[in-house]
């Protein structure tokens, strides 16, 4: 199993990026996917996660109405896209999976990606 995310960065307060997860070994479009970020000093949250099929999303309440998680099960792609940024989420993001939706909301997945550092910062 391989994770790998990309797409972050720098960018100002109120900027926009989008974050992307590329899987391979495992059969992407029977897991569920999830994004968790870490803050220096601090525990890994959930930020969101979304079904196998992507009809079912979830978010932490931090970031709801702000952040839109996607797949594309033809590229075994994950997305997250952040609008809004605030300095408050400045960290390093991680996508995770696993084959339940309930599972992957936890920090009880097997596998996980290096992380891509989001910075909000004027």
């Known amino acids: 199993v391989q994770l790998v995310e990309s797409g972050g960065g720098l960018v100002q307060p109120g900027g926009s990026l989008r974050l992307s997860c590329a899987a391979s070994g495992f059969t992407f479009s029977s897991y569920a996917m999830g994004w968790f970020r870490q803050a220096p000093g601090k525990e890994r949250e959930f930020v969101a996660a979304?079904?196998?099929?992507?009809?079912?999303?979830y978010y932490a309440e931090s970031v709801k109405g702000r952040f839109t998680i996607s797949r594309d099960n033809a590229k075994n792609t994950q997305y997250l896209q952040m609008n809004r940024l605030k300095p408050e989420d400045t960290a390093v993001y991680y996508c995770?999976?696993?084959?339940?939706?309930?599972?992957?909301?936890?920090?009880?997945?097997?596998?996980w990606g290096q992380g891509t550092q989001v910075t909000v910062s004027s």
């Open positions: 979304i079904n196998w099929s992507g009809g079912s999303t």
């Open positions: 995770n999976e696993h084959r339940s939706i309930v599972v992957v909301r936890t920090t009880a997945s097997d596998y």
